[in-house]
């Protein structure tokens, strides 16, 4: 007999909230079989309102067949193993393989009769019934948290008959977050796989190139990036290798040249009124003031808040991060880390992470600095950053320094309307600047003061501006 493997791909509550079968292309009033290697999958909506609407993916997988069909069918233990094992009952890369066939448009981002819906942040739920993970909840939540996922959890027994024969390693997963609908199906075709740490076919070449495709924009700066590169293309060591090497060009290479002439403009700019080390200064002079030992400078660069915190004996450990590895690289350089002395180099760490991704090695610290970072994000990814450094990281002390727009027209070689930096998105005025800050503290429970770092000008202020943000109770 065949097996069955369930999967939710999607719930969401937009209003309307059957919108999800136009981007899912799939009827909400209908349901639909496709014909895959390995069985049938069936799509149905178990629940289609205004208000609700779930999507459901029914995998009916046939041993038999899958044995047949099977490429890469490695060692087996016993003789049936072929055709007595868990893959027709467990999410795998069945699952992944299924999403890919049954919801290859969605993937793509693709839409023809409602295309504005592509790009919309939806509250979206996806629960996997059944989802093998002989690594443990931990990784789990080191998988899906990074990502901006609320998980709920519940290990199942391995039969709920025998309780004394104690838990599985399957689990119920259930996943939450405003979402786009492509970016979930992403997620989940990339990471079912991982968390299993197998794959049913062959695992050639072209698995890179699926990676690549399907990790865009989120992979390379996934706190596990490593782990689950190594786990989707099955410890295969030569493809590993190549992957993680298209990861780390991405970075190191083709912006470098405007990045390089950007960062001279806006030097340029500032060095007449000395307001790069007026502003490393204020900053270091802010993390002296609140009392903290473990510190992290966030979006670190090349190091030069690092290079004014290392000699200080008040902090005890540093961890500068960055999502450029390029300038990771040159803060090794310039902060000559193999000729410092050992009590400053073991207090040291630099590592490579985004803002938009939750991370676990942010948490714990009681200060943290954003020095000139904030105006690099994209104004719709602000709100990310913000939980992951004052929800998730969660430090006594937030230091964040901008441009103060306003100040810009007194440069005169700054054309009207311009940014100081090419990349920044945007550059907000004292009064702008002051609203996020005062929305932010009260959101996560911090008190905020501003400072303006270099000389005010009246009516357009100096031409930065600094929070300092204390949580509640926090150390002093």
């Not at 939710?8 to 014909?35: E, W």
């Not at 289609?48 to 490429?71: G, H, K, N, W, Y």
């Not at 919801?103 to 093998?132: D, W, Y």
């Not at 060591?237 to 960062?263: F, I, M, Y």
Request: aromatic share 8%; glycine share 6%; net charge negative.
């Amino acid at each position: 007999m065949p097996g069955l493997s369930f999967c939710r791909p999607s719930t969401t509550t937009h209003s309307p909230a059957t919108d999800l079968g136009f981007l899912l292309h799939k009827h909400p009033g209908k349901v639909q079989t496709f014909s895959l290697s390995f069985g049938l999958a069936h799509i149905f909506y178990p629940e289609a309102t205004p208000d609700r609407c779930t999507a459901a993916l029914l995998l009916e997988i046939d041993p038999i067949q899958l044995f047949r069909s099977r490429r890469d069918s490695g060692n087996t233990s016993f003789a049936l193993q072929q055709y007595v094992n868990d893959r027709p009952y467990v999410a795998s890369s069945f699952l992944s393989v299924a999403l890919a066939a049954v919801f290859g448009s969605a993937l793509a981002g693709q839409c023809k009769n409602r295309p504005e819906l592509v790009e919309m942040t939806l509250p979206l739920t996806a629960k996997i019934s059944v989802l093998p993970c002989r690594s443990g909840e931990d990784l789990l939540q080191r998988l899906f948290e990074p990502l901006g996922y609320t998980l709920k959890v519940d290990r199942l027994p391995l039969d709920p008959h025998f309780p004394e024969w104690g838990a599985s390693d399957v689990y119920t997963v259930e996943l939450s977050a405003e979402k786009r609908l492509k970016d979930l199906l992403a997620h989940l075709y990339v990471l079912i796989p991982v968390l299993d740490d197998d794959k049913h076919y062959y695992v050639g070449e072209d698995e890179i190139t699926k990676l690549m495709g399907r990790g865009e924009g989120w992979l390379a700066g996934h706190p596990e990036r490593d782990l689950i590169v190594e786990r989707y293309l099955r410890h295969r060591r030569n493809l590993t290798e190549s992957a993680l090497s298209q990861l780390r060009e991405e970075d190191l290479s083709g912006n470098d040249t405007d990045e390089q002439q950007a960062d001279a403009r806006e030097e340029t700019l500032e060095h007449s009124i000395g307001l790069n080390q007026q502003r490393l200064e204020a900053v270091f002079a802010k993390m002296k003031e609140s009392g903290a030992n473990r510190v992290l400078d966030l979006g670190c660069g090349e190091g030069k808040l690092i290079r004014l915190l290392l000699p200080d004996h008040q902090f005890s450990q540093i961890v500068g991060m960055d999502v450029s590895s390029r300038s990771l690289a040159q803060a090794e350089l310039r902060l000559q880390l193999e000729r410092l002395p050992d009590a400053q180099r073991s207090k040291l760490k630099l590592i490579q992470g985004s803002l938009l991704y939750q991370d676990r090695r942010l948490a714990g610290f009681d200060a943290a600095a954003l020095v000139e970072v904030i105006e690099h994000l994209e104004p719709d990814r602000i709100e990310v950053m913000e939980r992951v450094v004052f929800g998730s990281a969660s430090p006594n002390t937030v230091i964040v320094t901008t441009p103060n727009q306003e100040y810009n027209r007194m440069w005169p070689n700054l054309p009207a309307g311009k940014f100081r930096h090419l990349d920044h998105h945007f550059e907000w005025s004292r009064t702008e600047f002051h609203d996020w800050a005062i929305r932010v503290g009260l959101t996560y429970g911090y008190e905020v003061a501003f400072f303006p770092i270099g000389a005010s000008v009246p009516e357009v202020g100096a031409p930065t501006q600094m929070a300092v943000f204390k949580r509640s109770g926090g150390k002093e």
